[in-house]
């Protein structure tokens, strides 16, 4: 018996085709992976299966759940029970004004048709499962973003469904807390089968089992998950493939550095009375790539706000080598839609700076030329261009400055995989002709290991 | 910079006429808006009196422009001082020393405890009839607004990667205040703006309706609707010219604000 | 929480002092002689003489220098003694304590209307949308524009006058309460039912709710479960900023309807000048305000356990 069988299923939008006609079918005990891009047309397709797609929308074609014949109306009946999706953002999906425990025995209750009492029993045994038996009276708010995955997951399992759609499972997580969210996945989907959704290579190679690449709503190939990674037939596959920080091809750096730029002493740092990170002792040269990776909340970006001056140390000597003057040390932000005014043009932006430092204008064309950024792109404001195209801006106008330090943080984390090593590598090999010390910080250890001389780990 | 919707567009269009019809009245008729003339009371609207003569047989046409015309001052006046005040404060607020911000919310927190139109009241018994007490009373309590808004976005952007990576750069306050402040402060202000005109004018109106704003025989609007209000089954047409005029400028200035879904 | 109420209780006195001070300015810019005035009130016209108008004067120091006659008005404010009205002659805080009760059964009832009227419509139109949402938000826009006093006149102008439904002004049967409580209600609803609709639309399409149809909740139990006090939280916080609105709306509806409430007690004093009358019935509107948005703010304190409002 076939869980889910969808023929021929297409979305539209009025008379725009946004996920072209696609079949599948998942067996129990059947894991499917679909790969892709974000915007790809892999999350509406998730949604028609669901049948929860906007009222604007329309879909054509079959789609049978359990063996019968289903419109996503009637679909609704399945929710919970038979089948369940897993949300994106868990953090946005929880009730804000519920306690964790509560809304999971409220699943159960509800649901899973179990007694208040009964309820609250398997509630309690679910959290410790996941080691959150201390956290039950937790709002959202309260939880970690790692937490509240592990919450929404066990919500979504709670009534009993065999089917479970996860959509983009692992968005916005850290390494570590990845790899638990991919397990209790996996375990969950023994019963059943599971369908996940993602754009990250390295989910799709640890679950597994089928697998289907989609880009632009179509289907470029599909197959066993292992053998599409390990061999792709597309090229759209192989660069996604490629992307992956842990396929970057190994370079021979020049490691030769300059003088020391800065060095720091016992330092701690933290916000208030509360220390982030403690004892941090290095020293930076020029010239140098030198990776930051820990975990979320543990200081990173305190860190290069400490380093620039613009955040108090908690504790120990930072000391500058260089006496260059303050706007040459410089920084790269994680979302640069939030680091770029929008209220007027890049270009005008790019003039207040020049005419701010008497800039040389004639250095401006070949800098954009290596960034690859075209003149006309500075007639648009910040909103008007893509993320990858803002960030490597915002490189354009801290090189200009000459810098002699350049915190990047998390420069790459919110472009896609394909962008995001090309910006990676453009920004150390940048900084390195001009004797820059860069720090990089990421989440990715892969990425650090890739691009970096060498790592601090906080 | 401010992109406005179809409903804004309407809503500015009507002030302009509005505005057009208070300034330019006065000019096609001849006379004035307090000249009594006993034999003429209560004429519907015909060729000599576009809009009819009221009790005491004055021209509505005139009456209702000066109204307009104190009404539409009374908004405006309000609006600038309170803007130019209100942005200035809160801007402080957010970006100088910790004890200006604490002064300026206990100030706010003062003003706040008592209902503005509670605190119109009094100051319009100080010194009965005045415009410009008027005036003082409504800036003093629209400026809050403005205060709040500017403050709370200048204290987000503060903090914000944007205004931190200017300040690495080298630029210095007055470019913050100009290239990422003021931007983000102005489409709310817009808003703020055209609900506070729309108040202030409905401020004046309910005084006047009360019987402690400006005093006869000048026309305002909430007077002129007590002082119409025991003909309105002799002469209807009378009533309904301020009650109308009061709705669509309040109107207007309420549309130009709107945001999305409100 | 403790904060909050610290801040009320601060607004208190900032409301005690800003009305007394106003009312002192008043009283030191009128014309004619103060004492005589007061002394009248106080004996009644007959009795009046200078030496009456003498005593009172030393005892009220307005033969004293401004900064005296300044601290004197204010023990007498502290200890509630807030003198006699200038034209009836009677304690002030006598005739207050009546006004408050008619007062707050104006905004109570109107209270209560408006969220009968605005709920329903508010949530209907949030969940349907359509030809429903667009009608109301057409009536709702002309309300808002039309001040409370006009919406009270067209009430008056129908069912009063046209029809002889109800009677036009006065108090004393609750027909009376009819007209004035719902124009209140109606120029309250007038917003709130458009803030209800936008928080409802907010929690209906917002992922946690969408998500608890997706874990298997009926549409019935998500709305009981996840909707109602997410919706309710914000719609109470505006509550507090529309009891401007409500306190606003009773003054006004009061002088047009002649509702015996503190409102009309104002508007009258400042007609006709009743200076103390004029300080008692500020007085009373600001507390009476503080102590509502006390209210609101220990409501939506236990509404949102993520800690007060955000207003």
Known sequence: ?458 | MLALSTTQKSGLALLVLLIAYALCAPLLQAGDATTQNLSQILTSPNADYWLGTDHFGRNMWLRLAEAMQLSLMMAALCVITSAIIGVTAGVLAATRAPWFDRVMDGIVTMILALPGLVLVLIFAAIVPGSFWMLYVAISLIQWIEYFRISRAITQRLTQSPAVQSSKLMGFGEWYIFRRHYFPAIMPPLFTIAAFGAANAILMMASLGFVYVGIQPPLAELGLMIVEHFPYYSDAPWLLAQPLAALALVVLACQLMGRGKSL | ?311
């Open chain 3, 1 to 311: 929480m403790r904060q909050l109420l610290l801040k009320r209780l601060l607004q208190l006195i900032a409301v005690s002092w800003g009305v007394g001070t106003l009312t002192f300015i008043l009283m030191r810019s009128l014309p004619g002689d103060m004492a005589y005035r007061i002394a009248a009130s106080r004996y009644g016209m007959d009795a009046v003489d200078s030496r009456a108008a003498d005593i009172v004067r030393e005892e009220l120091g307005l033969d004293q220098g401004a900064l005296s006659a300044y601290w004197q008005w204010f023990t007498d404010l502290l200890s509630w003694n807030l003198g006699n009205s200038l034209v009836s002659g009677a304690p002030v805080s006598e005739s207050l304590w009546h006004m408050l009760g008619h007062s707050l059964l104006l905004a109570g009832a109107g209270m209560a209307i408006a969220l009968i009227i605005a709920i329903p419509l508010g949530l209907a139109s949030a969940y349907w949308g359509g030809w429903l949402d667009r009608i109301l938000l057409t009536v709702s826009t002309v309300m808002r524009a039309v001040p409370v006093f006009v919406i009270g006149l067209l009430a008056v102008i129908v069912f009063a006058l046209e029809w002889n439904l109800f009677p036009v002004a006065g108090f004393g049967t609750p027909a009376h309460l009819v007209l004035p409580a719902l124009t209140l209600a109606l120029s309250l609803a007038a917003i709130s039912n458009r803030v209800i609709h936008t928080e409802a639309k907010r929690v209906f399409g917002s992922s946690f709710y969408e998500f608890a149809r997706m874990k298997g909740l009926s549409p019935w139990q998500a709305f009981k479960h996840h909707g109602i006090r997410n919706i309710a939280v914000p719609v109470v916080a505006f509550l507090g900023i529309q009891l401007i609105t409500v306190v606003e709306g009773v003054v006004m509806i009061e002088s047009l309807f002649s509702w015996p409430g503190i409102g009309h007690g104002l508007a009258h004093a400042i007609f006709a000048r009743d200076i103390p009358l004029i300080q008692g019935a500020a007085l009373m509107m600001g507390v009476m305000f503080v102590v509502l948005n006390t209210l609101v703010d220990i409501a939506c304190h236990y509404l949102d356990p993520r800690g007060g409002r955000i207003a």
């Open chain 1, 1 to 458: 018996m076939s869980l889910i069988h969808i023929e021929n299923l297409s979305v539209h939008a009025g008379s725009v085709e946004l996920l072209a006609p696609i079949s599948l079918t998942v067996q129990k005990g059947e894991r499917l992976t679909i790969l892709g891009q974000t915007g790809s047309g892999k999350s509406l397709l998730a949604q028609a299966i669901m049948g929860n797609l906007p009222a604007s929308l329309r879909t054509e074609g079959d789609v049978r759940l359990f063996d019968q014949r289903v419109n996503s109306e009637e679909r609704q009946a399945f929710w919970g029970k038979q089948i369940s999706m897993l949300p994106q953002e868990p953090w946005n999906s929880l009730d804000p004004l519920m306690g964790a425990k509560q809304q999971l025995a409220q699943t159960y209750h509800l649901v899973a048709g179990e007694s208040s009492a009964q309820a609250q029993q398997s509630a309690d045994y679910t959290l410790a499962l996941q080691g959150l038996q201390e956290s039950g009276h937790k709002r959202v708010d309260q939880l970690s973003g790692g937490m509240a995955q592990r919450v929404a997951i066990a919500c979504a399992m709670a009534g009993g469904a065999p089917v479970l759609l996860a959509d983009e499972p692992t968005k916005g997580l850290d390494v570590s807390r990845r790899d638990q969210v991919v397990d209790q996945l996996m375990t969950q989907s023994e019963q059943g089968a599971l369908i996940t959704i993602t754009h990250d290579v390295a989910v799709a190679r640890q679950i597994g089992g089928r697998m289907m690449v989609i880009k632009s709503g179509e289907l470029l190939e599909e197959g066993n998950a292992e053998d599409i990674l390990n061999a792709p037939q597309h090229p759209f596959t192989k660069a996604l493939i490629d992307a992956d920080p842990v396929n970057w091809a190994d370079e021979i750096r020049d490691m030769r550095h300059g003088e020391p730029l800065i060095s720091v002493q016992d330092l701690t740092i933290g916000h208030g009375k509360q220390a982030l990170s403690k004892h941090l002792d290095f020293t930076l040269h020029q010239g140098e790539v030198v990776g930051v990776v820990g975990d979320s909340g543990c200081g990173k970006s305190t860190l290069g706000d400490t380093l620039l001056g613009v955040h108090k140390a908690l504790g120990g000597k930072i000391e500058r080598h260089s006496n260059a003057p303050l706007h040459q040390w410089q920084k790269l932000y994680q979302d640069p839609t939030a680091a770029v005014s929008s209220a007027v043009s890049l270009r005008t932006l790019l003039n207040d700076m020049v005419s701010l430092h008497n800039i040389d204008r004639s250095r401006i064309a070949p800098l954009m030329q290596q960034l690859g950024l075209s003149d006309d792109l500075l007639n648009r404001n910040s909103e008007g261009v893509s993320g990858g195209e803002l960030q490597r801006f915002c490189m354009l106008r801290a090189l200009l400055l000459d810098p002699v330090f350049l915190f990047a943080d998390e420069p790459t984390s919110r472009l896609d995989p394909i962008t995001q090593r090309e910006v990676s590598q453009l920004l150390v090999d940048v900084a390195k002709q001009n004797g820059c010390a860069v720090m990089l910080v990421s989440h990715d250890p892969a990425m650090i290991h890739k691009r970096c001389d060498r790592v601090i780990t906080l």
